[in-house]
């Protein structure tokens, strides 16, 4: 149970199944997050089209039923509730992965976010959370070019 809290917790930071992400997924988590993705595929009814812009990260004119995925995805990992991140779980399983400055980072970046639907609301901390893993990427990235020049 722990592990699969950690993994829900992963995935929710990185937003994305079999997609580059700041954190290595071992092949057990990711087969989960793949299981979990495939199911919120299923019950959003997203179409061939809708699943290719989400893997693309193509997040413009998303449909109601692109939106309600990142809703069902969040709550079924457990780190989405009434609307709410669970930001006592996201610190508690994420911050020994990540380092706790990432987290924090990343939730207060996300925290409070609110659409105009329950779907609206997890979309938009989807995008969010995309955008926070986007950015950690890119600073892991430059820590490595600026070590390297040293």
């Known amino acids: ?3 699969f809290i950690t993994l829900a917790v992963v995935c929710f930071v990185a937003s994305a199944v ?3 992400t700041p954190v290595d997924l071992n092949e057990e988590q990711q087969a989960k997050a793949k299981e979990i993705f495939d199911e919120c595929v299923i019950q959003e009814k997203l179409t061939e089209e809708e699943t290719t812009k989400l893997r693309n990260k193509d997040y413009a004119n998303p449909s109601q039923n692109l939106k ?3 809703t069902c995805f969040f709550e079924k990992v457990g ?6 991140i669970q930001e006592d779980v996201v610190l508690e399983k994420l911050s020994p992965i990540i380092g706790e400055e990432k987290t ?6 996300c925290r409070g ?3 105009e639907d329950r779907c609206d609301t997890g979309f938009q901390i989807y995008q969010c ?3 926070a893993k986007a950015e950690m990427v890119e600073a892991e990235k430059v ?3 600026e070590k390297v020049e040293q």
Not at 79 to 84: F, G, H, I, R, S
Not at 104 to 109: E, F, G, N, P, Q
């Open 143 to 145: 820590e490595k070019v």
């Open 1 to 3: 149970m722990k592990a």
């Open 129 to 131: 959370f995309e955008t």
């Open 18 to 20: 079999a997609l580059v």
């Open 104 to 109: 924090k980072k990343a939730l207060d970046k």
């Open 68 to 70: 309600c995925f990142g």
């Open 79 to 84: 780190t989405l509730k009434n609307d709410e």
């Open 113 to 115: 976010i609110k659409g």
